[in-house]
């Protein structure tokens, strides 16, 4: 797939995989603002803010868009040899600890849960080639969604993320509240006793529990939430299921649901106001859906874990969640912890 994939210089180029399947693409066929509920298969993706971008870091990426590629192929998941990379020369941080410190310490009134983010550029003394850092995404993360648009050369969003908006077959919706972090090399039963985490997690649970009510029969949603295993780290996880009702379209339900507050916070519209004019960057497709539909299966990930490669600098962009009780000591290191498989 990878091989053939990258085999010709035709852009845009695409990919979409779950542990079980990659789906790979590239040129188009057709484009639209909207997904189309009569044209399959599509990919497609809009930028995290419904704002304006405060900058020119995404200028080669639509804010949003919806491609039926010209030449596409499905296969097997598999896992290429890493292929390791050279160390960075140089790093930065936006924000760095000093002015993240002075944004939470100023305080986030009227917002009960925000997700702060952090952008980290790493400097290379030469441009990274983007088929071998999509390569080693499929090799190291085995268990996650995989996620990949490249608009032209030298330049890649991408990403590994433990988290789906949702899973849809027919009139089925599947999701999971996915909050509450914690180091692999920690007991994941520390999760279930911390009031933070527990407090964290909750607030996602209740969001989307309200949302999906508005758009479905039915509703079904675990008792107590579990332990997932995401590479590097455990989260805490509720899963849910709903039965949409008729006429629900994929457009309604993106819109509805993105952001949930695992990305953005609780109440939504003024945690997004506040993270816009906080955070020092554009978040642009970090933490945005990313969507794959084919006839009768719709699946859309969260964009997080995600890097953006341009030349020879790579971004990597982290969140975590403050609620009442975070420290900013333990919210900084859930941050690195999160970007801690780039640092190669």
Not at 62 to 68: A, E, N, R, S, V
Not at 98 to 118: D, P, Q, S
Not at 284 to 289: M, Q
């Amino acid at each position: 797939m990878i091989n053939w994939l990258f085999e010709e210089d035709v852009y845009p180029k695409f990919l979409f995989a779950t542990p079980q399947f990659i789906f790979g693409g590239c040129g188009i066929k057709a484009s639209f603002e909207e997904p189309p509920t009569d044209i399959y298969p599509l990919i497609g993706f809009r930028d995290f803010f419904p704002f304006k971008r405060k900058s020119d870091l995404w200028n080669t990426f639509p804010d949003k868009m919806w491609i039926q590629p010209n030449s596409y192929r499905v296969e097997s998941r598999v896992y290429p040899v890493i292929e390791p990379l050279e160390k960075a020369i140089e790093r930065k941080d936006f924000p760095d600890k000093e002015n993240y410190t002075k944004t939470i310490e100023k305080g986030f009134e009227g917002v009960e849960k925000i997700v702060l983010a952090r952008k980290t550029l790493l400097k290379f003394s030469s441009p990274l080639e983007a088929k071998h850092l999509i390569n080693n995404h499929l090799s190291i993360f085995r268990s996650q969604d995989i996620f990949f648009f490249m608009p032209e050369k030298g330049v890649a969003f991408m990403g590994a993320t433990p988290e789906r908006l949702y899973e849809r077959k027919g009139d089925k919706i599947f999701t999971a509240a996915i909050a509450g972090t914690l180091p692999i090399d920690q007991s994941p039963t520390l999760l279930f006793e911390s009031k933070k985490d527990l407090k964290e997690h909750q607030f996602v649970v209740n969001d989307l529990k309200e949302k999906l009510m508005q758009v479905c029969e039915e509703v079904k949603i675990d008792e107590q939430p579990t332990i997932l295993t995401s590479h590097h780290l455990f989260h805490l996880k509720t899963f849910m299921e709903g039965t949409l009702k008729k006429g629900v379209e994929d457009r309604e339900l993106i819109e509805l649901l993105h952001p949930t507050s695992a990305v953005a916070g609780y109440p939504k519209v003024s945690a997004l106001e506040k993270l816009y004019h906080v955070e020092p960057f554009d978040r642009g497709l970090y933490a945005a859906p990313f969507a794959l539909i084919m006839d009768g299966t719709t699946l859309v990930s969260v964009a997080i874990r995600s890097i953006l490669l341009k030349n020879d600098h790579l971004y990597l962009f982290a969140g975590s969640g403050l609620v009442e009780g975070s420290t900013i000591d333990q919210e900084w290191n859930e941050l690195n912890h999160k970007i801690s498989p780039y640092l190669w």
